[in-house]
T-cell receptor
């Protein structure tokens, strides 16, 4: 059972376009993280959110944690080819640090 | 930043043999490490939580006798795939949480296992 569903699964866009990736669950998470993974490498942490309604910005990336701490979104403004990769959300419940990963969103940004 | 190193980066083994993958936290101590596996084009699936000095906690559906985990020190956890079969071929990734606490989990670079 996958606790965290991401949408879309795949996304191919042109350079300069904006996009939003969603991470949804019926479970409440004490913290949620977003990662980006390149092929053949380990995932790289982008952000951690812990408070319902929290919004964090990392350059062109904006992350939001849902008020009920069940969902999150990642918005990329003016996407660049370097943003290409697999984006993963991961949530931990009950104050543990056992992160369960979402289904993943594979993004391709075309020059 | 904190570094977690996995060894080997890739390994090919014959069906029926066992293979060990190491996960080391190079510049911090980790009381807890996590092992994941990832099949091509899929997400990471948590296999087990490795606790220093105690038995690992396995996720549902993961055979503990097949995937042996040992966390003998604060900087090293090992995953041994016993009697490997081709279906065990996968990308295995570990992560470590610093003993000092915090929300950040540090991931290793991953280890590719191919069973032939």
């Amino acid at each position: 059972t996958q606790l965290l569903e991401q949408s879309p699964q795949f996304l191919s866009i042109q350079e300069g376009e904006n996009l939003t990736v969603y991470c949804n669950s019926s479970s409440v998470f004490s913290s949620l993280q977003w990662y980006r993974q390149e092929p053949g490498e380990g995932p790289v942490l982008l952000v951690t959110v812990v408070t319902g309604g929290e919004v964090k910005k990392l350059k062109r990336l904006t992350f939001q944690f849902g008020d009920a701490r069940k969902d999150s979104s990642l918005h990329i403004t003016a996407a660049q080819p370097g943003d290409t990769g697999l984006y993963l959300c991961a949530g931990a419940r009950g104050g543990t640090y056992k992160y369960i990963f979402g289904t993943g969103t594979r993004l391709k940004v075309l020059a | 930043g904190a570094v977690v190193s996995q060894h080997p980066s890739w390994v090919i083994c014959k069906s029926g043999t066992s293979v060990k993958i190491e996960c080391r936290s190079l510049d911090f101590q980790a009381t807890t490490m996590f092992w994941y596996r990832q099949f091509p084009k899929q997400s990471l699936m948590l296999m087990a939580t490795s606790n220093e000095g105690s038995k690992a906690t396995y996720e549902q559906g993961v055979e503990k006798d097949k995937f042996l985990i040992n966390h003998a020190s604060l900087t090293l956890s090992t995953l041994t795939v016993t009697s490997a079969h081709p279906e065990d071929s996968s990308f295995y990734i570990c992560s470590a949480r610093p003993a000092t606490g915090g929300n950040t989990i540090y991931f290793g670079e991953g280890s590719w296992l191919t069973v032939v």
